[in-house]
C-alpha cells in the first residue's frame, strides 16, 4: 500500500466548475510524497466526472453515500488520511507549487507545532492579498476572536487527531474552523508562514444574482456569524470559570468594538476585563496584554468622544494608568483642554 508523507484532504460538493484547476494545482507540486484524498459528499453535478478524468495513482476517490456536510466529511478524510500531514485543499482554490515543500519543511523542523498556515492571495472578482500574522504569542491571543490560520491554507500534523476531541463539529458548520482551531491552540503550537501559498478563488458561484440566491447568502452569512457569536461566548465563559451570565453589550463592546454607551457601562466594561486577568492568570490561555490593550483601546475610545469638561479630565485621571499612550505634549494639551472646558 502506498504511504505517503502528506494527505490532501479535498472535500468536494458540486464544485466541477473549478475542481481540475484545484487538482492540477495539487498535482504540480514540487514536493511528489502525497496523496490527494477526494472525498464526495454526493454532488449532483460533473465533480465525478472529474476526478475520474484524471489517471494518477496518488488520487484517491471517495464517495459519500449521503450527504454528510462539510464537517462531518472533514471528520470522515481525518479517518482516512494515511499521511503524517493533512493538507486541507478546498475545491476552488489554487496551492502555489511550492506551499507543500514549504510547510512540510516548516512542521519537520518544529516538533511541537501541530497546525500551520500561510499568507493568502484573493483572486477572481476581487484582488487583494491575506497576510498571515506569525508571532506565536498573538495567534493564541487571536483565537479568542477568530481563526488564527487560514482554513484553505493549513496542514495538521496527523497526531492533532490522536486526540478524539480534537474533530470538526458539525454544529458549528459555517465556523467549524474557528471552533477547531481554537482547541488545538491549548494543545499544540501554531504558526504561520509569511508568504503567500495558497490562491483563494471569489467566484460568482459564491455571490448572488436572484433574490432567492441573496436570501440564501444572507442566511448563510447570518448563520457564520451567530456561530462566531457562539463560540467566542463559550471561550469568554470557559476563561471567567464558566461564568453563566455576561452582558450582552459588554460582549459586542469586547468582541465586536462596540461603543461603550456610558460611564456605569465604563465602569462595568473595566471590572471585566480585571476579572478576565485574574481568571488568566491560573488558566494561562491568552497574554495579559491582550486584555489590556482592549481596554486600552475601548475606554481611550470612549473618553476621546466626551466633550471637553471637568467631569472627562476626572475621568481621564482615574483611569490614566489604563489609557492609550500619548506623548506628553499631546497629554498635557488634553488635561488643559478638559480643565478649561474646551
Known amino acids: 500500500m502506498y504511504r505517503p508523507l ?6 468536494v460538493y458540486n464544485g466541477a466548475e473549478y475542481l481540475a484547476d484545484a487538482i492540477e494545482s495539487v498535482l504540480a507540486q514540487t514536493y511528489g510524497h502525497f496523496e490527494l484524498l477526494v472525498i464526495d459528499d454526493c454532488s449532483t453535478d460533473a465533480s465525478r466526472e472529474v476526478v475520474r478524468s484524471f489517471n494518477d495513482i496518488r488520487i484517491r476517490h471517495v ?5 454528510l456536510g462539510l464537517s462531518a466529511t472533514l471528520n470522515k478524510g481525518i479517518e482516512l488520511a494515511r499521511g503524517k500531514y493533512i493538507m486541507r485543499m478546498d475545491q476552488d482554490d489554487l496551492s502555489l507549487s ?18 500551520c498556515g500561510a499568507s493568502v492571495k484573493v483572486f477572481g472578482l476581487r484582488e487583494e492579498t491575506h497576510p498571515a500574522t506569525t508571532d506565536p504569542v498573538f495567534l493564541a491571543d487571536m483565537s479568542l476572536f477568530s481563526s488564527p490560520v487560514q482554513h484553505s491554507a493549513c496542514i495538521f ?3 492533532v487527531f490522536d486526540d478524539p476531541e480534537l474533530r470538526y463539529r458539525s454544529e458549528f458548520d459555517g465556523a467549524e474552523d474557528f471552533d477547531l482551531f481554537g482547541r488545538i491552540v491549548r494543545r499544540w503550537g501554531v504558526a504561520n508562514l509569511p508568504e503567500v501559498l495558497v490562491r483563494y478563488r471569489v467566484h460568482g458561484d459564491q455571490m448572488s444574482f436572484s433574490d432567492e440566491e441573496s436570501a440564501l447568502v444572507d442566511v448563510r452569512s447570518a448563520n457564520q456569524l451567530r456561530q462566531r457569536a457562539r463560540i467566542r461566548r463559550a471561550r469568554l465563559r470557559e476563561l471567567l470559570c464558566q461564568r453563566d451570565v455576561i452582558d450582552p453589550a459588554l460582549e459586542d463592546v469586547f468582541f465586536e468594538d462596540a461603543p461603550l454607551e456610558s460611564y456605569e457601562q465604563m465602569v462595568l466594561f473595566d471590572t471585566l476585563i480585571d476579572e478576565c486577568i485574574e481568571c488568566n492568570s491560573k488558566l494561562k490561555l491568552y497574554s495579559h496584554g491582550m486584555f489590556r490593550y482592549q481596554r486600552k483601546k475601548i475606554l481611550g475610545r470612549f473618553l476621546d468622544t466626551q466633550p471637553p469638561s471637568l467631569a472627562t479630565f476626572k475621568l481621564y485621571w482615574r483611569w490614566r494608568h489604563k489609557m492609550p499612550y500619548k506623548p506628553k505634549r499631546e497629554k498635557l494639551s488634553y488635561l488643559v483642554a478638559n480643565l478649561l472646558g474646551r
Open 6 to 11: 502528506v494527505t490532501v484532504l479535498m472535500p
Open 63 to 67: 464517495l459519500n453515500s449521503c450527504n
Open 157 to 159: 500534523r496527523t497526531e
Open 98 to 115: 511550492g506551499r507543500m515543500s514549504a510547510q512540510v519543511a516548516y512542521l519537520e523542523e518544529h516538533p511541537s507545532v501541530g497546525l
